[in-house]
């Protein structure tokens, strides 16, 4: 089974989560930054996995514009997705906020990846509204290295 991570990261949560996932999936996988390469070659692979990180209720505009060019190629891929966000239990809604529903329904592992608050790398509105929403001055790492475990072995069928 090849396999190709494609993701995109605002402050690095969600490439520290793929290059996770990336260490737990087979022998034959790429990761690929969207933001740096936007027309990866998909017909190589079985499995395409599709992670992003979530800030204003909105995944990276480039992983969206990246699914609206490719959906019909993805329909015919084993489909994995995950987020990185702030509150787990929004994870669902956001999920749906963020993918077109005919993907949803064709996935066949999601995840979520946790969350990690780099503030050196956010400007003043993003160091704010974490302040104020999260209650954390000084940032914080929570990737769920288990959830990134499970993942892998689920899109794997073990």
Same mark, same amino acid.
């Given at each position: 089974? $090849? #396999?190709?991570? &494609?993701?995109?990261?605002?402050?690095?949560?969600?490439?520290?989560?793929?290059?996770?996932?990336?260490?737990?999936?087979?022998?034959?996988?790429?990761?690929?930054?969207?933001?740096? +390469?936007? /027309?990866?070659?998909?017909? @190589?692979?079985? #499995?395409?996995?599709?992670?992003?990180? &979530?800030?204003?209720?909105?995944?990276? $505009?480039?992983?969206? $514009?990246?699914?609206?060019?490719?959906?019909? #190629?993805?329909?015919?891929?084993?489909?994995?997705?995950?987020?990185?966000?702030?509150?787990? $239990?929004?994870?669902?809604?956001?999920?749906?906020?963020?993918?077109?529903?005919?993907?949803?329904?064709? #996935?066949?592992?999601?995840?979520?990846?946790?969350?990690?608050?780099?503030?050196?790398?956010?400007?003043?509105?993003?160091?704010?509204?974490?302040?104020?929403?999260?209650?954390?001055?000084?940032? /914080?790492?929570?990737? @769920?290295?288990? +959830? &990134?475990?499970?993942?892998?072995?689920?899109?794997?069928?073990?």
């Amino acid at each position: 089974m $090849k #396999t190709l991570i &494609i993701y995109a990261s605002k402050h690095g949560s969600a490439e520290k989560a793929a290059n996770k996932l990336y260490q737990h999936l087979g022998d034959e996988k790429e990761i690929v930054n969207i933001q740096e +390469n936007s /027309k990866p070659f998909l017909e @190589n692979f079985d #499995t395409i996995i599709i992670g992003g990180s &979530i800030y204003g209720g909105k995944i990276q $505009k480039e992983i969206q $514009k990246f699914i609206e060019d490719n959906l019909e #190629t993805l329909l015919s891929k084993k489909i994995g997705l995950y987020l990185c966000c702030g509150i787990e $239990k929004d994870f669902e809604k956001q999920l749906e906020n963020s993918m077109p529903e005919k993907l949803l329904g064709h #996935t066949s592992v999601v995840g979520y990846f946790g969350y990690e608050y780099n503030i050196d790398k956010m400007n003043f509105l993003e160091k704010t509204m974490v302040k104020f929403v999260a209650k954390d001055k000084a940032g /914080k790492s929570n990737i @769920n290295e288990e +959830n &990134i475990k499970e993942f892998a072995r689920e899109i794997k069928g073990e």
